[in-house]
């Protein structure tokens, strides 16, 4: 079990909600790669978590992606270095950064219209393109 992770003043994450599992890199390491595990895969039991908020898992499932698997964990697969310490903190950063963006609450959009002398130009260049296009046309006879 891994020890508490603090991403923010309010969200700490308890031990049991992440395992880590460390599995050979493909990569840089010469002879070292084929003998040390030294890739991590940081799991986070994302849907049960009770320091999550809901909006802020809502929000982290669809920043996931691919990540999130169907049993509602996310999976970060860090093999960058050589060093197990290394990739490990690199996987518990990536983590903390994901669910830091996922607190940001979007900025709701405010719907506005064109402005007048904007829909005035755009429907004069259609017509001249318009236009254009038909000169292009077959030459009749006359």
Do not use: C
Request: glycine content about 8%; overall charge positive; hydrophobic content about 35%.
């Amino acid at each position: 079990m891994a020890e508490d992770l603090r991403i923010t003043d309010t969200i700490t994450l308890q031990g049991w909600e992440l395992t880590e599992q460390f599995t050979r890199a493909s990569g840089p390491g010469g002879q070292n790669v084929n003998k040390v595990s030294t890739a991590v895969e940081l799991r986070f039991e994302a849907e049960r978590s009770p320091s999550i908020p809901d909006p802020v898992k809502a929000r982290l499932k669809r920043l996931a992606g691919r990540r999130w698997t169907l049993d509602g964990a996310l999976v970060i697969f860090v093999q960058d270095t050589r060093s197990q310490a290394r990739n490990r903190d690199l996987a518990r950063e990536r983590l903390a950064e994901l669910i830091v963006k996922a607190t940001e609450r979007p900025k709701r959009r405010v719907a506005t219209k064109p402005t007048y002398g904007s829909v005035k130009r755009r429907l004069k260049a259609k017509k001249v393109r318009g236009e254009v296009k038909a000169l292009r046309g077959d030459v009749g006879e006359e």
